[in-house]
Antibody, heavy 124, light 108 residues
Framework: EVQLVESGGGLIQPGGSLRLSCAASGFSVSDNYMSWVRQAPGKGLEWVSVIYSGGNTNYADSVKGRFTISRDNSKNTLYLQMNSLRAEDTAVFYC??????????????????WGKGTTVTVSS | DIQMTQSPSSLSASVGDRVTVTCRASQSIGSYLNWYQQKPGKAPKLLIYAASSLQSGVPSRFSGSGSGTDFTLTISSLQPEDFATYYCQHNYGNPPWTFGQGTKVEIK
């Protein structure tokens, strides 16, 4: 069964660090693009970061320089290292497989498998 | 960055109604547009990708259309399980692949 399970969320003080994990099963994270998306309480979805199958990465401006996306192929796990956390980073964080599909002549990208999310609360 | 604007922000409809949600991009994005459904406390679920391609397992009452800057998600006959919030998201060019602000579909 294709599945993603996030962990690592919790209560952290402003300025602190946290590492989120996303364990994949039924597919290989290294063969896919993988993304993080977050949702602040009562708010909409915010795209956070992506890691491509080749290892390149991209970030939202709101987290650039503070968050780092990575993966461990041997553990088939995606990570999000979050440093210098702020109150506005409080959110449910979802990981998602980002499918790359060729509909000739173009490639399209969409998030087809999602985890259930892990909650990060930044507060003193 | 490309901005995505959905309308309306919320709507009330009855079971059996035809429902339309609109998404507008701040610049042309071709057909690089996805639609997701999210129910309270749950992860989003992919409905439509590439503007009009139905994800496997999604009921055929859902459909997507549009290209360039204007897109539409249509539910042909609203069912009780369709009451949810719907988001569009572009995947044009390099990230950020931003989402719209969401449209909440409520029971009338």
């Amino acid at each position: 069964e294709v599945q993603l399970v996030e962990s690592g969320g919790g209560l952290i003080q402003p300025g602190g660090s946290l590492r989120l994990s996303c364990a994949a099963s039924g597919f290989s994270v290294s063969d896919n693009y993988m993304s993080w998306v977050r949702q602040a309480p009562g708010k909409g979805l915010e795209w956070v970061s992506v890691i491509y199958s080749g290892g390149n990465t991209n970030y939202a401006d709101s987290v650039k320089g503070r968050f780092t996306i990575s993966r461990d192929n041997s553990k088939n796990t995606l990570y999000l290292q979050m440093n210098s956390l702020r109150a506005e980073d409080t959110a449910v964080f979802y990981c998602a497989r980002t499918k790359r599909e060729l509909l000739s002549p173009n490639y399209y990208y969409y998030m087809d498998v999602w985890g259930k999310g892990t909650t990060v609360t930044v507060s003193s | 960055d490309i901005q995505m604007t959905q309308s309306p922000s919320s709507l009330s409809a009855s079971v059996g109604d035809r429902v339309t949600v609109t998404c507008r991009a701040s610049q042309s994005i071709g057909s690089y547009l996805n639609w997701y459904q999210q129910k309270p406390g749950k992860a989003p679920k992919l409905l439509i990708y590439a503007a009009s391609s139905l994800q496997s397992g999604v009921p055929s009452r859902f459909s997507g259309s549009g290209s360039g800057t204007d897109f539409t998600l249509t539910i042909s006959s609203l069912q009780p399980e369709d009451f949810a919030t719907y988001y569009c998201q572009h995947n044009y060019g390099n990230p950020p692949w931003t989402f719209g602000q969401g449209t909440k579909v409520e029971i009338k």
